[in-house]
Structures are given as C-alpha cells and as structure tokens.
C-alpha cells in the first residue's frame, strides 16, 4: 500500500514537471517573440529618438545663432545710443554752461541798463530844473531889462551903462553859466541817449539770449525727451535682450535636457542590449536545458511506461492482497470502545476495568437503574456481551429506540417507556421477553456469572439472545430504525459487566427448534 502511494505520487510529479516543462518552453517562446518585437519597436524608437535630436540640435543652433546676431545688433545699437545720449548731454551741458555765463553778462549788462536810467533820469530832473532856471533867467532878464529902461530913463545914460556894464558883465556870467549848464545838459542828454542806446541794445541783447535760452532750452527738452526715448529704447532692447537670453536659456535647458534624455535613452538601449544579449545566452542556455529535459522527459517516458506496466502488475498484486484482507477481514469481529449514558448518577455508578469493559453498579435498593449505550446500531450486524451478579437477582438487556431519552427511574414495565424498549430477563424478574406490556417464555432463564448475548442484525431486522453461548428460540424481529442497547438491575449491590461490543462481519445465529418471533 505505501509502494503504491508513493510509486502514484512519483508518476504524478513526473507529469506534473513535464507539464511545466511544456509550459516553460511555451512562455519562453512567447517571451522570444515579445523581444524580437520589443527589439525592434527600440530600434525604431532609437532611430526616432535620433532624428529628433539631430533636428533639436540643428534648430537650437540656429536660435543659437539667431539669438547671438540679435544680440550683438542690440548691444550694437546700445553702444550707438548711449554714444549719442553722451555727446547729447555734453552739448546740453555746454549749452547749459553757455546760457549761464550770457545770463550773467545780460544781468549785468541789464543792471549797467538801471544804473543808465537811474541816472538818465536824475539828468531828465536836472534838466527841467535847468530849463526852469533859464526860464526864470529869461523872465529875469526881461524884467531886468524892464528895470533898465526905467533906470536910464531915472539915472541917466552914463549911470546906466555902468550899471548895464555891472549888469551884463552879471548876465554873461549868467549866459556863460547857463551855457555850461546846456553843455552839461547836452551832455547828459548825449549819455543819457547813449545809455538808452545801450539799454536798448542790452535788452535786445538780453531778448536775443532770452530766445537762445529758450532755444536752448527747447533743444535741450528735446535732447532729454531723446534721452528719455534712448533710455526707452535701451531699456526696451536690454528686455528683449534678458528675454532672448531667457529664451537661449530655456533653449539650452531644453538641450541639456534633451541630451540627457538622449544620453539616458541610449543608456536604457544599452541596458536592453545588455538584457537582450543576457536572455539570448538565458535562451540559448535554456534550449539547451530544453533539450536535454526533453530527453529527460523521453527517458521519464519510457520509465513511467514501464513504472506504469510495473504499477499495473503490482496494482493486480495489491488487488489480490485487498481481496484477501477483505476476505481475512470478513470473519474478523470489530471491537468497538464502550460508552454508556448514565441518566442518574446518583443511583447508578459505572466503572472502568482495564480501559475496555465497564462495570454497571445499582447503589440503592428496590430502585430501577437503567443505562443505554451510545452507539447507535443500523447497517450491520452488531453483538453486546455482559455478564450479571447478584446472588441470582439478576438484570436484564434489550434495546430502546434511539429516537427516546430515557427518564430517571423509567422501568420497561412502565407507560409509555414499555412501547419503546424491548428486553431479555433473568431470575430475578420472572419475565422472559418483555416488549409493549407483554411477556413471552420460552427463553432460559439467566442466573449470575452467565455469558448473555445479544446479536443485532439490521438488514433482518432481528435481535437474537445467547446464555453460554446457546442461542434462545425466542426473538424480537421487525425492527425497521435505529435503536440503542440497554441494560437494567433492580437491587441494590446488583452489577453488570460489559465485556465488549462488536460489529461482525457475518451473523453468528442460524435456526433453532421452536422459534417464535416477537413483533418490534
């Protein structure tokens, strides 16, 4: 039997590898095609991934170059720019330098212009004083002349010439006074006209350089409105530029990362080179191993095939031996553990032997102590044997339905307990078979240290009694269900000894004179 276990567990691991051999060699042939496939979709990945970088570099060089040419024209027309801001701002400067230096010279001039007029017309004053003066001399001399007439016509001729001799000696003085006085006044008349001259040309000079300071002034708003565009310009340009930078940047970024990806891409190709190369020797190492495991199946083959005829030979073999064991077993009495429900353990105690036989002892007198057996009995010929003592007051056994509980204290001669048992008595009851409230004799009578028996066949339906080994005419048949073995004592002191309970193979009952059946 063991041969045969392990001789079915070696074929089955046999098939069982040669089966996931069969799968191994299938998953390796799709694996094979999966990376011919892979092979070539990376190659033309490779080559993609190629092109591509040819093209990025071929653009990044002209935004390169693109980039570079803007720049220099940039810083080219900055350079131009801040040149032309400088040479504006020195011109402004020197303007600004010049119109200072005429507006000091207009001030100048312009307060000489003041002091002119102040003193033109401190000579208009002098002036109008001297005409007032002469004025007054005419209207004096008039009067004078007056006087002179009316002193000639007092004094005389000779009085009066001398007189008039004084007197004009006096107006020549005066005439000569008033002469130098119309000199003087002429002559602040001419510089008075001569600072006019000059206050008329400092204002014209000083409107001249009001205009070229206003004009100065617009060209240098215009200079700085120039600079400011300037400053426009190039603060536009250096934006553009930070942006073209930013952009080269970014463009360089790109390449850079573009490179690395690039580089990592024909890392990863070399790797997938690398594994290609390393599942091609796994490939060609396992083809190899293929071949040799298909040898190896094929020798397995041929010796399962011959562990088969083997197998088949010693399964006949083993056959034989199973029918004879079946054969040996039939006439072999199975002994079964004895195990018994105790519905009062007050009254009734049970003990142990030598761990396979059971001792019932009744406690208290004049009291039933009724017991069962566990096992259930159906399908097949089942045997219990006992053996009572109790100076002659006897037991008895039966069976019960094993369907019903039997109550403390139920007895076989009680309503209802009677219509579910059946049982075999001793002397010390009087009854012979006792089923449903009825006796029946014709059995022997048991007494103490007799072997009783009992047999159970279900497929008859028969429980069939033995004392010492004789079978008793009268039985119980009919019994259609499952049923349980009883055993019973009435007396205090009074015991039963279970020696054993067996399923046979084969029944130990035949015929005996006068049988009489009692109806389950």
Known sequence: MVFEVKFNAEVQGKEQMKIDFEEKIEQMNIMHN??????????VEKELQRQESELLLLKEKELKEKALKLAETAEKTITEQAEQIMIAQNDVRIKQNQFEIQKQKADQEFQKANDEQKRRNEAEILKGEIEGEIFN???????????????????????????????????KEKEEEIQR???????????????????????????????????????????????????????????EKQRLNQILEKEIQEKNQQKR????????????????????????????????????????????????????????????QR????????????????????????QI??????????????????????????????NGIWELEVQFSNKGQTGGIGIVKDSFIIPTGSSIDFSPHQDKMASYHGLGYGYCIYHKGISTSGNKLFTDDQIIKTEYDSKKGSLIFFVDGVQQPVYISGIKEKIRFIVFMYYAGATCTIHSLKKLPNPTSGHVPNENAVQW
Do not use: C
């Not at 005419?138 to 006087?147: A, D, G, P």
């Open 261 to 320: 990806r690039a580089n990592e891409a024909e890392e990863r190709l070399k790797r997938l080179e690398q594994e290609k190369n390393k599942e091609k020797y796994e490939k060609d190492r396992q083809y190899i191993r293929a071949e040799e495991a298909e040898g190896r199946i094929r020798r397995l083959e041929e010796e399962m095939q011959m562990e088969k005829a083997e197998k088949l030979k010693k399964d006949q073999e083993l056959k034989n």
């Open 181 to 239: 006085l119309k000199e003087e006044n002429e002559n602040e008349q001419q510089r008075v006209n001569n600072a006019e001259q000059r206050i008329l040309i400092v204002e014209l000079e000083k409107q001249r350089e009001i205009n070229e300071k206003n004009k100065q002034n617009k060209r240098a708003n215009e200079a700085e409105e120039r600079i400011k565009r300037l400053e426009q310009e190039k603060q536009k340009e250096i934006q």
């Open 34 to 43: 999966k990376e011919i496939e892979k092979e070539k979709k990376i190659t």
């Open 323 to 346: 029918d004879e064991i079946e054969k040996i077993k039939i006439n072999i009495p199975q002994d079964l553990p004895i195990a018994i429900i105790n519905p009062d353990p007050t």
């Open 349 to 378: 105690n049970i003990v142990d032997v030598d761990g396979r036989q059971k001792k019932i002892i009744i406690q208290k007198n004049q009291h039933i102590g009724m017991v069962s057996l566990t096992q259930v009995l159906e």
């Open 137 to 171: 001399l005419k209207r004096e001399n008039e009067r004078i002349q007056y006087e002179n007439g009316r002193l000639k016509e007092k004094f005389g001729e000779e009085k009066f010439d001398e007189e008039k001799q004084t007197i004009e000696m006096k107006e």
